[in-house]
């Protein structure tokens, strides 16, 4: 029988504005993706919420609708893309330059990418080294620049005549900062802001002009945004959600695939070397160690989640994890990883596997930004406010509840996310226990 919700669901009507911080490759790819599928020429390969489907009830009922058309999302074409930039290029020049996809793709649609000029950005490069550019706003104080940012949300909605907002960071990755006391509160951040706190990041700034002007926000990178007291304290009491961290596309992919199968069959694990090359704008931020760190930290926590070393103490308590990355400018988007896994099985003998996946960064996390702005749509039209652990699936280092460990495990997270679209429209959860078919 279904399990009765009393979560009301607004409906997604009108244009659902989609704001930027960031118009690189992952954005481009992204916009042009969206342009693409609605002339045909190309289908949103690797989106949960367009190609997905969930089962609903037992096996035996042969339910298993599109979660498209389960749940009240936004559609795609619906979507109206704003960015901010240190750069002046517009979106076609940006994609031009940033070499994921093709030309003659990218001229079918250059006429819409064309008209997505990135309004000046918030930058500081004591958190983004290797960075510079000229389209950056000037402020007295950080106080000043949240409210530059403010009031281009506010313009942003009164031009495009959009009826809901998200915004999501596909920025580079900044320098790693832990909390400090001017996140402890909210009250502490906005004196933080006004003396400009050299702890206070861009993409700080960026969260806090979101969530005052009521728009949710999603991290999709690995630096400390979300996460700190004082924001969520200002998600909480503008009923907002906010989803991070650290869009899981490539080699962390690829773990959280990996390590839970060793988990399951009980292999022990002795090491784990990850290396990346890649060329692209964000591999040259990587290149810095502050910002290197921030990946290292985000890249580096999931395998240690998984194998639960404390509850696993002969197979997972002494192994060795190494991440790296290196700067390649001649691979540009066309990421390549390695990793070398040294595993033992039965009686501590030895084996290993080797893994070598020639992807494409922003190929991979183009589907992603599309599923994460769906969702975060869904869920404040839902009234579901804070942190959306259910949304894990898409990140490295998925935020959670202070008192539990972060849910690592890719297989644990899917079913997360479609039990919770089930919890939403009162349908029965599904264990798969399956003893009523044998009874």
């Keep these: 029988m279904p399990n009765p919700s009393n979560v009301q669901i607004a409906p997604a009507e009108g244009k659902l504005g989609v704001l930027i911080p960031g118009m690189g490759a992952v954005t481009t790819t992204f916009i042009a993706g969206l342009e693409a599928m609605k002339r045909g020429l190309g289908k949103p390969i690797g989106s949960l919420t367009q190609l997905g489907t969930i089962r609903l009830g037992k096996r035996t009922e042969g339910r298993s609708p599109f979660i498209r058309d389960f749940v009240p999302l936004a559609r795609p074409e619906d979507l109206v893309v704003g960015c901010w930039d240190i750069f002046e290029d517009n979106a076609y020049e940006a994609a031009v330059k940033a070499g994921v996809l093709e030309m003659p793709l990218l001229e079918q649609v250059k006429e819409p990418l064309s008209a997505v000029r990135p309004m000046k950005a918030v930058f500081d490069r004591t958190f983004v ?44 990755t900044e320098v790693y900062h832990e909390a400090a006391p001017v996140h402890a509160s909210l009250k502490d951040f906005e004196c933080g802001l006004q003396k400009n706190d050299p702890e206070i990041s861009p993409s700080q700034m960026y969260a806090y002009a979101a969530l005052k002007s009521g728009v949710p926000y999603a991290n999709g990178a690995p630096h400390m945004t979300t996460d700190s007291p004082a924001l969520l304290e200002l998600a909480r009491t503008m009923n907002l959600p906010v989803a991070g961290k650290d869009y899981k596309s490539g080699q962390t992919f690829m773990k959280t695939l990996i390590a839970p199968g060793l988990k399951s069959r009980l292999l022990g ?171």
């Design 129 to 172: 080294k290797r960075l510079d550019g000229p389209n950056v706003k000037s402020a007295r104080t950080k106080r000043d620049a949240a409210e530059m940012l403010i009031d281009d949300i506010r313009q942003f909605r009164e031009r495009t005549g959009v009826q809901r907002t998200i915004m999501i960071w596909c920025g580079s």
């Design 269 to 439: 694990l002795s090491g784990w070397f990850s290396t990346n090359i890649l060329g692209n704008r964000d591999g040259e931020v990587l290149d810095e160690p502050g910002s290197f760190r921030s990946k290292e930290v985000s890249k580096s926590s999931a395998l240690e989640y998984i194998l639960q070393k404390d509850l696993y103490p002969d197979l997972y308590r002494d192994f060795y994890h190494k991440v790296r990355i290196e700067y390649y400018p001649p691979r540009g988007d066309a990421k390549e990883g390695w990793d070398n896994i040294d595993i033992f099985g039965w009686l501590g003998y030895p084996m290993q596997i080797k893994i070598n996946f020639l992807c494409r960064d922003s190929i991979l996390a183009a589907p992603l930004v599309l599923d994460i702005v769906l969702f975060m749509d869904l869920a404040q039209r839902a009234g579901m406010r804070g942190v959306q652990e259910w949304l894990s699936f898409y990140f490295k280092a998925p935020m959670h509840a202070p008192e539990v460990y972060p849910e690592h495990d890719i297989f644990i997270q899917l079913m997360k996310l479609k039990n919770t679209l089930r919890w939403m429209r009162g349908e029965e959860l599904i264990t798969h226990l399956g003893l009523e078919y044998y009874d």
